[in-house]
T-cell receptor, first 115, second 114 residues
């Protein structure tokens, strides 16, 4: 069964706008990490931001921030002031920390930012 | 700078062929992973390892073997390649700690099975 669900396969915005990418996940574990990664048009996969299940802090990294709704098992990535270079595919990932598990990814959302 | 390298970057083989994908990390990470990326599926976990000599089965292991010979090196083997294994393969490494856990990815290997 899919553990990480990204409902929107594509998204399109204008430069300067703000975007929220949604991700929901399934877990019965107490301790886990959530990540957002970006697959660049160049082929590189880069880490954007992390949320620990045990943290209530609002994580932020530059123009990236997350909205973490633990009770709903939801984590959204917010990108502010979009630029054309933000175009790419965004993946949400869940790492359940018990039993030497491994991160699982959603299907990704392909974002196009138009100048 | 953390580094994960993969070779080859591109590979074309025929059905039934034997392929080995290589991955090396210089991050001193314990965990290493092999994923395949296909449109509509995202990254799917094939095999992973949490140390030299260790191997864990992922979600899509059929048709793949893996070996972790050292902390640095993780190999993915396709002994009888099939067209369904045409994909973009990513290797990654990571470790667990209080302040970090993100994966560092290699550049990917694009495999085509004719």
């Amino acid at each position: 069964a899919q553990k990480v669900i990204q409902v929107w396969s594509t998204a399109s915005r204008q430069e300067g706008e703000e975007l929220t990418l949604d991700c929901s996940y399934e877990t019965s574990q107490v301790l886990y990490h959530l990540f957002w990664y970006k697959h660049l048009l160049s082929g590189e996969m880069v880490f954007l931001i992390r949320q620990m299940s045990s943290s209530t802090a609002k994580e932020r990294s530059g123009r990236y921030s997350v909205v973490f709704q633990k009770s709903l098992k939801s984590i959204s990535l917010v990108i502010s002031a979009l630029q054309p270079d933000d175009s790419g595919k965004y993946f949400c990932a869940l790492w359940e920390l018990e039993n030497n598990n491994a991160p699982r990814f959603g299907a990704g959302t392909k974002l196009t930012v138009k100048p | 700078e953390a580094a994960v390298t993969q070779s080859p970057r591109n590979k074309v083989t025929v059905t039934g062929g034997n392929v080995t994908l290589s991955c090396r990390q210089t991050n001193s990470h314990n965990y290493m992973y092999w994923y395949r990326q296909d449109t509509g599926h995202g990254l799917r976990l094939i095999h992973y390892s949490y140390g030299a000599g260790n191997l864990q089965i992922g979600d899509v292991p059929d048709g793949y073997k893996a070996t972790r010979t050292t902390q640095e090196d993780f190999f993915l083997l396709l002994e009888l390649a099939s067209p369904s294994q045409t994909s973009l393969y990513f290797c990654a490494s990571s470790d667990l700690g209080a302040n970090y856990a993100e994966q560092f990815f290699g550049p990917g290997t694009r495999l085509t099975v004719l």
